[in-house]
């Protein structure tokens, strides 16, 4: 490293009740891998937006290799060399890769030169990537690539990195990480977030560590255990999820053979599903996201019903209903989109309490939703939970979304289902609130439920599961005990070698 690339002063910006960021400071250094660290609601997603020409200050200022550096819009932060991969892909996947490429670009070449161009580049730094593959036929992994080379024929001087590895496989990010390297070593400076501590551990010279708004702290990230990173995050001691007795008894959720196209265009259809989950068992279902995660939700939810197949409940057949009496048999589901698909934006809390707990918790008299009720079981999950809200009152969209993770998946739990199958249950949730709501799960298949988590966090499968499997191309690979199974193992079950296994039913 040869000195400062980027000088961050006094960085502060607010918002109506908010202060986003209260005047951060922080150097990144020339060829300098630098962490950016924090629970939800930090500050950690506006500093990068100032960066990158999104949001303007309200004060302090930047400083790019000793000149002033202030983008009014992301055009004039990548004219001044800085590049950003986003979280959310930002693609059209009717377009080929070159086409996507080209519309982020000011000035695109011709398309057999960009062509050429995206070759090469994929190529050097160990990307490879067929610029006229059509993008919807991509796997995540090969999308994220998209983004990054389209940055990186911008020659950046800083990349930004939101959460890069979440759609990826070990083998993947062990690929990312090797491209990473190579990059510093060019003396590119790279701006990491992630919520991954050990990658973080791993990769990173330095972490600027954010609670509140305001900085707390710089630190290398290698000489300190992930535990003292999330606890520097959060502020506090972290209580570890604690395990309970082994499962027992005869299956309560069990699905034999599912097969089902997916409602999406570029969706992955199931192909011959089969597991049972027994009571007091957690099993953990990884993968690569587009593998059939939220297909399998849908089939097992009832909202998606397959042309093959059977899912039973306690012995009960509910392959053909739908997801009201799927509930009523005491299946429950909660799905990764939690805005719109798991709760109603415009709606309150006590109305989304209402939309799934009705019946079960005996809000309904004579076909009439008796209030009263719906605002007490709402309260009652905002307490138990830790919602951070002003009341049951308060439309969801209001919520930031990690409070709203904590209401969906205590709606659900709080029902005390048989079974209940989640999608990504701390996605976007501090590590306090992550390590909380895995508690929860952990004690309702401790009360006899058999829970079944579906997560691309495979750290936290690895807390939490009994057994481990993997989607790949819509199937499911052989269920394993996650003691002893190590990453290799997991990395090739997720990338579909042992794919073509079909996890046996029991």
């Not at 960066?51 to 400083?63: E, F, N, Q, S, T």
């Not at 005491?330 to 709760?343: K, N, T, V, Y």
Request: contains cysteine.
């Amino acid at each position: 490293m040869t000195g400062t690339l980027l000088a961050i002063q006094g960085l502060t910006k607010a918002y109506p009740g908010v202060l986003a960021n209260d005047a951060v400071s922080f150097d990144i250094g020339t060829g300098e891998v630098h962490a950016l660290l924090g629970e939800n609601g930090a500050g950690k997603s506006t500093l990068v937006k100032m960066i990158y020409g999104l949001v303007k200050p309200d004060a302090g200022r930047m400083v790019m290799q000793g000149a002033p550096y202030a983008p009014n819009a992301p055009r004039a932060a990548r004219a001044a060399g800085v590049a950003m991969v986003f979280q959310h892909f930002s693609l059209f996947e009717a377009l080929t890769v070159a086409e996507n490429i080209a519309l982020g670009m000011e000035n695109p070449p011709a398309m057999r030169d960009l062509a050429t161009r995206i070759r090469t580049v994929s190529q050097t730094y160990g990307l490879p990537l067929d610029p006229a593959r059509v993008v919807g036929d991509l796997s995540a992994g090969e999308r994220q690539r998209v983004e990054i080379i389209r940055c990186l024929l911008q020659s950046p001087r800083l990349l930004i990195m939101d959460e890069p590895t979440s759609v990826l496989t070990p083998q993947e990010v062990a690929i990312l990480f090797e491209t990473l390297r190579k990059l510093r070593s060019e003396g590119v400076s790279i701006l990491y977030i992630s919520h991954k501590l050990e990658e973080i551990r791993a990769l990173c010279d330095t972490a600027t560590i954010l609670r509140g708004g305001r900085k707390v702290a710089t630190c290398t990230p290698a000489e300190k255990t992930a535990r003292d990173l999330a606890e520097m995050m959060v502020g506090a001691v972290l209580k570890v999820p604690e395990r309970h007795a082994a499962p027992s008894g005869d299956p309560l959720l069990k699905v034999t053979g599912l097969s089902v196209a997916s409602p999406a265009q570029f969706g992955t259809a199931l192909r011959d599903i089969s597991f049972a989950v027994r009571p007091g068992e957690v099993l953990g279902i990884g993968g690569v996201a587009g593998n059939g995660q939220d297909e399998l939700l849908l089939a097992l939810s009832g909202e998606l019903l397959s042309r093959r197949g059977m899912v039973t409940v306690a012995g009960q057949d509910v392959s053909r209903e739908g997801p009201v009496a799927r509930r009523a048999a005491g299946l429950l589901c909660a799905p990764e989109e939690r805005l719109g698909h798991a709760a109603a934006p415009d709606m309150s809390l006590t109305e989304n309490a209402a939309l799934t707990a009705a019946a079960r918790m005996g809000m309904l008299r004579q076909g009439f939703i008796n209030w009263v009720a719906a605002r007490g079981y709402a309260e009652k999950v905002i307490a138990a939970f830790d919602v951070r809200t002003p009341g049951p009152q308060v439309a969801a969209r209001a919520l930031s979304g990690g409070n709203l993770q904590k209401f969906v998946i205590g709606r659900e739990v709080l029902q005390a289902p048989r079974v209940l199958v989640v999608n990504q249950p701390t996605w976007g949730v501090d590590a306090a609130a992550a390590a909380a709501i895995r508690q929860a799960l952990l004690d309702l298949a401790a009360g006899g439920a058999a829970v079944v988590v579906i997560s691309q966090d495979l750290d936290e499968l690895m807390e939490i599961a009994d057994r481990f499997g993997a989607l790949n191309g819509g199937r499911l690979s052989a269920l394993r005990p996650t003691a002893g199974l190590s990453v290799d193992e997991i990395g090739l079950m997720m990338g579909g070698a042992h794919g073509m296994e079909v996890a046996h039913v029991g």
